[in-house]
T-cell receptor, first 115, second 112 residues
Framework: GAVVSQHPSRVICKSGTSVKIECRSLDFQATTMFWYRQFPKQSLMLMATSNEGSKATYEQGVEKDKFLINHASLTLSTLTVTSAHPEDSSFYIC???????????FGPGTRLTVL | EDQVTQSPEALRLQEGESSSLNCSYTVSGLRGLFWYRQDPGKGPEFLFTLYSAGEEKEKERLKATLTKKESFLHITAPKPEDSATYLCAVQATSGSARQLTFGSGTQLTVLP
């Protein structure tokens, strides 16, 4: 299967700071990457879909000015949580796929804790 | 709107006790049904994709089957290392970016 990495795996930050999470497809070119959020004992909630070189499409209720997504290359997408607050604490997971009909492969996730 | 319902929410089995997990779905047109395994604190790990009713796929102690309304994940003689949350997701043939719609998962615990 394909390999997707995320960095960092864990981050703790103070309220008001910004945090950047990287998602990389290591052995394939990802035309589309997805960002999910997962609360304890709940399923994955899609936040946004990003295609290389174009603006991300955000799901209803997700603030695009707060969760900045950049998909600058076919192997890298970044999620920046701006002015983080304790309620942004969560498990963030990215996924990547080659084309529309391909399987999504997930990264290992990033645990964000905002103090 | 696409919907995925998984049951049971949680399942405890003794080692060697076979069982099945259910995934019921409603989708306008099914392109694929996906099964993932998720361990605590980790991202989902891909298991299977099923595309059409009647299709079956196997991997070690797991077998996934698909009908027009539901999918089953059969676990034969499970071991403690099979303990995880199993997620089912559907992808429609149309719609925005052909995203995945996930169920809430079944948390499986296999006791030694």
């Amino acid at each position: 299967g394909a390999v997707v990495s995320q960095h960092p795996s864990r981050v703790i930050c103070k309220s008001g700071t910004s945090v950047k999470i990287e998602c990389r497809s290591l052995d394939f070119q990802a035309t589309t990457m997805f960002w999910y959020r997962q609360f304890p004992k709940q399923s994955l909630m899609l936040m946004a879909t990003s295609n290389e070189g174009s603006k991300a499409t955000y799901e209803q209720g997700v603030e695009k000015d707060k969760f900045l997504i950049n998909h600058a290359s076919l192997t890298l997408s970044t999620l920046t949580v701006t002015s983080a607050h304790p309620e942004d604490s969560s498990f963030y997971i990215c996924s990547a796929r080659r084309g529309e009909t391909d399987t999504q492969y997930f990264g290992p996730g990033t645990r964000l804790t905002v103090l | 709107e696409d919907q995925v319902t998984q049951s049971p929410e949680a399942l405890r089995l003794q080692e060697g006790e076979s069982s099945s997990l259910n995934c019921s779905y409603t989708v306008s047109g099914l392109r694929g049904l996906f099964w993932y395994r998720q361990d605590p604190g980790k991202g989902p790990e891909f298991l299977f994709t099923l595309y059409s009713a009647g299709e079956e796929k196997e991997k070690e102690r797991l077998k996934a089957t698909l009908t027009k309304k539901e999918s089953f994940l059969h676990i034969t003689a499970p071991k403690p290392e099979d303990s995880a949350t199993y997620l089912c997701a559907v992808q429609a043939t149309s719609g925005s970016a052909r995203q995945l719609t996930f169920g809430s998962g079944t948390q499986l615990t296999v006791l030694p």
